[in-house]
């Protein structure tokens, strides 16, 4: 009796042992295939947001292109007044003609932009405004469009005024004489050399054979 005991408690002990070691194993396996899921898992996520990163980054581009090239279209089918406004220019000082409303800006005569197809020019032969006795001469377009900026120059008259802002000061001419001459591709300026002068120079309204000259003499300069 004691020994068939003992053989039952063996098999007995023995059953434990290998249930034991098949819930071990389940076990085992199982949490690896939690975290083998969990890890793939993980690993989908982090490459959808690399993914979804660069096709932001790609859409962002092409929003960025898209507006750029739409800004450039639109600029197209501007006027070339409105293109020339968004310009801007190295200014040495400000040509002011309170009569006729104009204020317009003028570059150094050498700058390439000092031509009368973007700006009023000033003519190489003329002198700036801080020089005693000397002559600013200007020339502009008149008519239509937008660079026609000596357009209303007709409306002047003797002692209009005209002013010049030049390294921070204001000098304040009055017209003493208005004529005409023909177009030959030069000019005569009939002025008094004895004074600081400025010479407006246009063609003549309404008149595509002659051209207008402006001479008006400094009367007082302000800071």
């Known amino acids: 009796m004691p020994r068939k005991d003992k053989k039952i408690n063996r098999k007995k002990h023995e059953v434990s042992s290998n249930t034991i070691a098949i819930i071990s194993s ?8 939690i975290f083998s899921y969990h890890y793939t898992k993980a690993k989908k996520i ?4 690399y993914m979804n990163n660069i096709f932001y980054e790609k859409e962002t581009k092409k929003e960025k292109q898209k507006s750029i090239t739409e800004k450039e279209e639109l600029l197209e ?3 070339e007044e409105t293109k020339q406004e968004k310009k801007t ?9 309170p009569k006729i409303k104009l204020k317009k800006g003028f570059v150094s005569k050498k ?19 801080d020089k005693e006795g000397g002559n600013f ?4 377009h008149s008519g239509s469009g937008w660079k026609a900026f000596f357009n209303n120059l007709y409306q002047l008259q003797r002692e209009d005024q005209i002013n010049v802002t030049y390294k921070n000061k204001k000098y304040i001419y009055k017209i003493a004489d208005i004529y005409t001459q023909k177009k030959t591709g030069s000019i005569a300026i009939y002025r008094d050399y004895s004074k600081t002068t400025i010479t407006l120079v246009t063609c003549t309204n309404n008149d595509d054979k ?6 008006a003499y400094l009367e007082q300069i302000e800071n």
Do not use: R
């Not at 982090?46 to 947001?49: K, L, M, P, S, V």
């Not at 700058?111 to 405004?129: M, W």
């Not at 002659?210 to 001479?215: E, G, L, P, R, S």
């Open 46 to 49: 982090i490459a959808y947001e």
């Open 77 to 79: 089918e501007l006027p």
């Open 26 to 33: 389940i076990v085992i396996l199982l949490g690896y295939f």
């Open 89 to 97: 220019y190295n200014y040495l000082g400000y040509l002011e003609i």
């Open 111 to 129: 700058s390439h932009d000092n031509n009368v197809e973007k700006n009023i020019f000033i003519i190489d032969q003329s002198d700036y405004p």
């Open 210 to 215: 002659t051209q207008t000259v402006y001479i």
């Open 137 to 140: 001469i200007i020339a502009a």
